[in-house]
């Protein structure tokens, strides 16, 4: 394979850039031309792309968002849009494609490679962390120490004020920011969308923790389940303490990526290209027990995403 394609699609997460970065200069290394595709599979459709050199990606690695930019394509959803898509790439040469992002992103890839033959690997770019098939997907560590410095923060002035901080962050189906940043910010309570929350027993844990010595709480609730307004209004209406709500907002997404999001936006970049060049297209890289691995792309987007009770259950445990 002497030519592939890359692009960014779906939400934009920290460590993007740096993935753009580790796929271009894999990639030179082993002889090949890049070509960066602007904006997503709508830019893909439109014939939006630009040959990447060593030089381009050049003081990014530090960088939050896509260089490349992103956007939604509710075109690559049809058979025609796929076929413009598949010709753009044959009209410009190109093999392969890498395609960095979420579960939407990979089903494109999928549909790519299933109904045109194009060999397409995945690289999990989303702070949502909810692909099952890997332990961690590239800017979820970022999002959620964004969220921790917001938390810790919070905590001050609840604490000076005694009050009751309901904090909302990103996570529509996936509770996984939100358990993470509840453990690591020592929140109280979490609220999450696999787990129906009881508010006669928050009430019952606030008021054991008050009468314990505590003079406020954290409560951090994913934008899946309701708002942080509305669930302030709601435990206002059944409690003595005063509450007040906060939305991190889209701050979750942005911002230098971490440690960990650039350690492994350097491996998945290096293995998806890695498999581009031994002919191994129809795959997504990821992580597992530390270890940095591929499997089927057909096989990874039909995984349903298991949340992890035991983590909720340490959180009920030290949390008081």
Known sequence: MKRIGLLTSGGDAPGMNAAIRAVV?????????????ERGYAGLIDGKMTQMEMRSVSDIVQRGGTMLRTARCSEMQTLEGQKKAADVLAAQGIEGLVVIGGDGSFRGAKDLTENFGIPTVGIPGTI???????????GFDTAVNTCLEAINKLRDTMNSHERISVVEVMGRHCGDIALYAGITSGAEIIVVPEIKYDMDDIVKRIDRSRASGK????????EGVMSADDFAKE??????????????GHIQRGGSPSMADRML???????????LKDGKGNRVVGIRKNSIIDMDIFE???????FNYELYETLQMISM
Do not use: C, P
């Open 300 to 306: 990874a987007v039909s995984m349903k995403k298991q």
């Open 215 to 222: 003079h406020s709480n954290i409560i951090v609730v994913a």
């Open 25 to 37: 200069r894999t990639a030179i290394y082993f002889g090949m031309e890049v070509f960066g595709i």
């Open 235 to 248: 435990l206002q209406a059944v409690t003595t303490h005063s509450v007040r709500s906060t939305n991190i």
């Open 265 to 275: 936006a350097a491996q998945f970049g290096n293995k998806a290209v890695r498999l």
């Open 128 to 138: 949502d962390n909810d692909l099952q098939y890997t332990d961690y997907t590239l």
